[in-house]
C-alpha cells in the first residue's frame, strides 16, 4: 500500500441529535483510488461531507498531505487541491457548460490544454459547450459535475455516487474516464453502490456500517470472496450485477 495522502482517525460526527459518523478511521493512499462501500445509510457521504467541512467533526483527526484538516473551513479545504462531487451533483442548471466550467476554474479561465484533455473523458461536454446545463442529460450532468472538479489539477477528487440513476452505456464511459484519471495519478475515495463499477476501477476499499469502518483491504480480493461481499453488504456482487 502507498503512503497515506488522507487519513482519518477517531473521526465521529454529529448531526444535530444525531451521531452519524462513530470513531472512523479511514486511509487513502496516495495514487490510487479507494471505494467506500456500506448500505444505505451506513455513513459514506457523511464521511465525504465531513472531509470537506460542510459538516465539522465533533472529535478525531482529519489529516491530508500531513497537516490537519478537521474543522476547517470549506474554502480552505478546496484551496489545498481537493475537489468534491456530490450525489446531488452541484451544477448551475441556468449556466451554459462553458460558464459551469469557467465557475470551476478559481485560478482564471480554463487551461486549453486541460480542457482538451478533459474533452478526451467527457466528448459530449465539447459538443454541448454553448448548451444551458439543464439540458444536459443525467449522465451529462454527472460528467459536468466530475469535470467541474478537475478543471484544475487536483491531489484528491472526493465523488460520491457517480453512477446514480445513470444508463449503463454512460457508465462504461465513465469507467474508461476514471480509469484515465488513474493514469494520471489523481487519488480518488469514491463512494459507490455498483459493485462492477466499484470493483473495475477501486486499489482499496473501505466497508461501512453504523458509522464506522468495518472491513479494509484491496478491492481485488473482496471482488473474489463472496462470502465477504454478502457478510459486509447483505449481497455478492454477482447480485449486484
Not at 31 to 54: D, Q
Not at 172 to 184: D, N, P, Q
Request: overall charge neutral.
Amino acid at each position: 500500500m502507498s503512503e497515506p495522502l488522507l487519513s482519518l482517525e477517531g473521526v465521529h460526527t454529529h448531526i444535530g441529535q444525531y451521531h452519524i459518523l462513530q470513531g472512523v478511521d479511514l486511509v487513502v493512499p496516495r495514487g490510487e483510488l479507494t471505494v467506500l462501500l456500506g448500505r444505505n445509510g451506513a455513513g459514506k457521504t457523511t464521511t465525504l461531507r465531513t472531509i470537506m467541512g460542510l459538516w465539522p467533526p465533533s472529535r478525531g483527526t482529519i489529516t491530508f498531505d500531513g497537516q490537519s484538516i478537521g474543522g476547517r473551513a470549506t474554502p480552505d479545504i478546496a484551496r489545498l487541491r481537493i475537489g468534491y462531487v456530490p450525489e446531488s451533483m452541484g451544477v448551475f442548471a441556468d449556466l451554459t457548460v462553458a460558464e459551469n466550467m469557467r465557475l470551476a476554474a478559481r485560478l482564471g479561465p480554463p487551461d486549453a490544454a486541460r480542457l482538451d484533455w478533459i474533452f478526451g473523458l467527457f466528448p459530449a461536454l465539447k459538443r454541448f459547450w454553448q448548451l444551458p446545463a439543464g439540458l444536459l442529460s443525467g449522465g451529462q450532468k454527472q460528467m459536468l459535475s466530475i469535470a467541474r472538479a478537475i478543471v484544475e489539477p487536483k491531489a484528491l477528487i472526493l465523488i460520491d455516487e457517480p453512477t446514480k440513476g445513470i444508463a449503463p452505456a454512460i457508465i462504461e464511459g465513465m469507467i474508461a474516464a476514471f480509469k484515465e484519471l488513474k493514469r494520471a495519478e489523481t487519488t480518488i475515495l469514491l463512494v459507490e453502490q455498483n459493485f462492477r463499477f466499484a470493483a473495475s476501477l477501486g486499489d482499496t476499499v473501505a466497508v461501512m456500517d453504523d458509522g464506522r469502518i468495518v472491513h479494509r483491504g484491496t478491492m481485488e480480493a473482496l471482488a473474489a470472496d463472496s462470502v465477504l461481499q454478502t457478510r459486509l453488504l447483505g449481497l455478492s456482487l454477482a447480485a449486484h450485477q
